[in-house]
C-alpha cells in the first residue's frame, strides 16, 4: 500500500467518524492527532489576479473551492497564500511592494509542503506557472486537478499538462 493510498484510508475513516459525531469536539484530538502526523501540507496553485472585480471575485470563489477540495477531499492542509495574504487587512494585491512581500512569504510556505496541487479548470496564469517553477525546484511534485462544478474543454488536466511540459517542468513531476 503507497503512502497516498494509506493516507486517503485514514482520511476517509477519520471523516465518517466525523459526519456521523453529532458533537464537533467527540474526534477533535483525534483529527488534530492525524493531520499533526502525517503533515500533508499542499501548495495549491490557482489563478488571483484579475483585470476586472468581477474575474478577481471568481478567482476568489475558485480558489476557496480548491483549498476546500484539498482539505475535504483529500485530507491534505491547503496553503493558499493568494487568498490568504489578500484578505481585507492584510496586504493590498494592487500594490506592487505588497504583492511582492505576499508572493514571497506564500513562497515561503512552500518549505512545509509535500507537493503543489494545481487547480487548472481556469488556466494557468504566469503566477502560477512561476509558483510551479520553484516548487519544482524545491523538489515538491506537481499534481493537476480539476473542480466539477468548474471544468470545461479548454482548460483542462491536458492542456495544463502540456503547458508546463513546454515551461521546462519535468514530465516525472507532474501527475
Known amino acids: 500500500?503507497?503512502?497516498?493510498?494509506?493516507?486517503?484510508?485514514?482520511?476517509?475513516?477519520?471523516?465518517?467518524?466525523?459526519?456521523?459525531?453529532d458533537d464537533w469536539r467527540e474526534h477533535l484530538d483525534e483529527a488534530i492527532a492525524f493531520f499533526s502526523?502525517?503533515?500533508?501540507?499542499?501548495?495549491?496553485?490557482?489563478?488571483?489576479?484579475?483585470?476586472?472585480?468581477?474575474?478577481?471575485?471568481?478567482n476568489i470563489a475558485y480558489a476557496r473551492q480548491a483549498s476546500n477540495s484539498a482539505?475535504?477531499?483529500?485530507?491534505?492542509?491547503?496553503?493558499?497564500?493568494?487568498?490568504?495574504?489578500?484578505?481585507?487587512?492584510?496586504?493590498?494585491?494592487?500594490?506592487p511592494w505588497e504583492?511582492?512581500?505576499?508572493?514571497?512569504?506564500?513562497?515561503?510556505?512552500g518549505i512545509m509542503a509535500a507537493k503543489t496541487a494545481v487547480y487548472v479548470d481556469l488556466g494557468l496564469s504566469e503566477g502560477m506557472v512561476k509558483g510551479?517553477?520553484?516548487a519544482v525546484?524545491?523538489?515538491?511534485n506537481i499534481t493537476l486537478r480539476s473542480l466539477p462544478?468548474?471544468?470545461?474543454?479548454?482548460?483542462?488536466?491536458?492542456?495544463?499538462r502540456q503547458k508546463l511540459l513546454d515551461a521546462g517542468v519535468p514530465a516525472e513531476r507532474i501527475s
Open 37 to 58: 502526523q502525517t503533515t500533508p501540507f499542499v501548495i495549491v496553485e490557482s489563478p488571483f489576479a484579475a483585470p476586472t472585480q468581477d474575474e478577481l471575485n471568481r
Open 71 to 95: 482539505l475535504v477531499e483529500h485530507g491534505e492542509i491547503p496553503l493558499a497564500s493568494h487568498i490568504k495574504y489578500t484578505q481585507p487587512g492584510m496586504l493590498d494585491d494592487t500594490v
Open 1 to 21: 500500500m503507497t503512502c497516498d493510498t494509506a493516507h486517503k484510508l485514514a482520511f476517509t475513516a477519520l471523516v465518517a467518524k466525523l459526519k456521523a459525531s
Open 132 to 134: 510551479i517553477l520553484v
Open 99 to 109: 504583492r511582492t512581500l505576499g508572493i514571497a512569504a506564500g513562497l515561503a510556505e
Open 137 to 140: 525546484k524545491a523538489g515538491r
Open 149 to 160: 462544478d468548474w471544468a470545461n474543454t479548454t482548460n483542462t488536466v491536458a492542456a495544463a
